[in-house]
């Protein structure tokens, strides 16, 4: 099983970067995608979810109308686009699935992505 974040890099506040996660080695099916964000310092939060089975959302209240999950069944990809960007949304983004459907306690998913780094100047 492998998940595989990608999309990350520095870009200047205002501006936008569309993160990815490829899934594979699996059926998702069942899952709730999750994207986390952790912060230098700080606790790994969850940003934004996506249900695999009926598309239904979660999207964390400091980031609704800036942030955007969605995924393309056939490509096995769940997407986080990321606009409007803030100095504060510089973090590492990781990409996470767990069977038991959407929790914010991050110990409890199943699977996890390597990490990319978003780095927002201001």
């Known amino acids: 099983v492998q998940l595989q974040a990608s999309g990350g890099g520095l870009v200047q506040a205002g501006g936008s970067l569309r993160l990815s996660c490829a899934a594979s080695?699996?059926?998702?099916?069942?899952?709730?995608m999750v994207w986390f964000r952790q912060a230098p310092g700080k606790e790994r939060e969850s940003v934004a979810a996506i249900m695999w089975s009926d598309g239904s959302t979660y999207v964390k209240e400091s980031v609704k109308g800036r942030f955007t999950i969605s995924r393309d069944n056939a490509k096995n990809t769940v997407y986080l686009q990321m606009n409007s960007l803030k100095p504060e949304d510089t973090a590492v983004y990781y990409c996470?699935?767990?069977?038991?459907?959407?929790?914010?306690?991050?110990?409890?998913?199943?699977?996890w992505g390597q990490g990319t780094q978003v780095t927002v100047s201001s």
């Open positions: 996470a699935a767990n069977l038991g459907g959407y929790s914010a306690n991050y110990r409890l998913y199943d699977y």
């Open positions: 080695g699996r059926t998702f099916s069942r899952y709730a």
